[in-house]
């Protein structure tokens, strides 16, 4: 079905063996990038352009499973993107200032193409084709990851970029001093609690009832097997057993291990572990959602474990943990 609001947005130059650059004058900006106007639409929209018969088919089954995806780490179903899927005839003015556009189409050539900045500025753009609706299904089905990938970094870069406008520049400044990194604090945050090598900075939203939690814990870097799946679960089990108490006895944060934790390297340099899943108390009825990042500092020879949990049990969880993944990546060291 065509739900409404997600709206496509494209970054990087995509190549294969098959793929080469589109010549579809339709589809290039009318203005000098310089004049371009600001984007339009919400982040984590899309908006995909594509003909009806396509959508209804195998190629906009493919866009479902992909874009509509549920988030990781979030006990609801809550999609990846909101999508809102449009013919192609229908795409007028009002639709080519969105943040994020894919275009499909029929066509002689098997294409895949990345643009920024076609019809407003920082808007991501991406067209794919190919000659037949069972080829453009399997070239979805064989991209579709990585183009959603481009779009999910996009909006990330977008999110951090949001966050800086409105930041804690003072409590970013001390944390620098202290244990020598950089990361974006978005306002509200503050500490709760603060040791030689362990920080946690919190936020209270009363009237949504949504507590973001982040944690910041450096750890001398001594062998590979640190960074283990295995490992990193037993360090964010440690640190929830000896900082988050609940209001029962004997009662403290723990890994809830009913639902696997996922466990993805999204970065060589520096070398990154990300695991999202779930969290819940022992001997209480509390939990949440988490993510976490482990980043090797090879110059300093230490890991900066940086993890964002929530508790948010009526609201909508997909933007509030999405904006603890754009602090934790915000993270950067000498």
């Known amino acids: 079905?065509?739900?409404?609001?997600?709206?496509?947005?494209?970054?990087?130059?995509?190549?294969?063996?098959?793929?080469?650059?589109?010549?579809?004058?339709?589809l290039k900006p009318t203005k000098s990038r310089s004049i371009l106007p600001p984007n339009t639409g919400n982040i984590s929209e899309i908006v995909i352009v594509i003909p009806d018969d396509l959508w209804s088919g195998d190629v906009g089954q493919a866009l479902k499973e992909i874009f509509q995806a549920n988030v990781l780490?979030?006990?609801?179903?809550?999609?990846?993107?909101?999508?809102?899927?449009?013919?192609?005839?229908?795409?007028?003015?009002i639709f080519k200032s969105h943040k994020n556009i894919l275009w499909l189409s029929i066509a002689d050539t098997t294409e895949i193409n990345k643009q920024m900045d076609n019809w407003s500025k920082d808007q991501?753009?991406?067209?794919?084709?190919?000659?037949?609706?069972?080829?453009?299904a399997l070239v979805v089905r064989e991209h579709g990851l990585n183009i959603r990938a481009w779009f999910l970094e996009k909006d990330l870069i977008r999110r951090t970029q949001k966050i800086k406008q409105n930041s804690e520049i003072k409590l970013q400044q001390?944390?620098?001093?202290?244990?020598?990194?950089?990361?974006?604090?978005?306002?509200?945050f503050s500490v709760t609690h603060s040791e030689q090598d362990f920080i946690w900075l919190r936020r209270?939203?009363?009237?949504?009832?949504?507590?973001?939690?982040?944690?910041?814990?450096?750890?001398?870097?001594?062998?590979?097997?640190q960074l283990s799946k295995e490992h990193l679960i037993q360090?964010?089990?440690?640190?929830?057993?000896?900082?988050?108490?609940?209001?029962?006895?004997?009662?403290?944060?723990?890994?809830?291990?009913?639902?696997?934790?996922d466990f993805t390297i999204t970065s060589e340099n520096?070398?990154?572990?990300?695991?999202?899943?779930?969290?819940?108390?022992?001997?209480?009825?509390?939990?949440?959602?988490?993510?976490?990042?482990?980043?090797?500092?090879?110059?300093?020879?230490?890991?900066?474990?940086?993890?964002?949990?929530?508790?948010?049990?009526?609201?909508?969880?997909?933007y509030h943990l999405q904006e603890l993944e754009s602090i934790l990546y915000s993270l950067k060291f000498e």
């Not at 990087?12 to 650059?21: D, N, T």
């Open 270 to 318: 520096p070398y990154t572990i990300e695991v999202r899943g779930l969290w819940t108390m022992v001997n209480d009825f509390l939990g949440g959602s988490f993510i976490s990042c482990a980043q090797l500092d090879k110059i300093n020879n230490r890991i900066i474990y940086a993890e964002g949990f929530l508790y948010c049990p009526n609201e909508r969880k997909r």
């Open 124 to 136: 991501l753009f991406v067209s794919v084709a190919s000659k037949t609706k069972q080829e453009l």
């Open 235 to 261: 360090l964010r089990d440690s640190l929830g057993k000896t900082h988050v108490e609940g209001a029962r006895p004997h009662s403290y944060m723990t890994t809830e291990m009913l639902y696997e934790p």
């Open 204 to 225: 209270d939203q009363p009237k949504l009832n949504v507590i973001s939690n982040v944690w910041l814990y450096t750890m001398p870097y001594t062998n590979e097997n």
């Open 174 to 188: 001390e944390l620098f001093n202290t244990y020598n990194y950089n990361i974006v604090v978005p306002s509200g």
């Open 73 to 93: 780490g979030i006990p609801q179903q809550e999609a990846m993107f909101d999508v809102f899927a449009i013919n192609p005839n229908q795409f007028s003015s």
């Open 1 to 26: 079905m065509k739900t409404p609001l997600l709206y496509l947005f494209m970054i990087l130059s995509f190549c294969v063996s098959s793929c080469k650059q589109s010549t579809s004058q339709d």
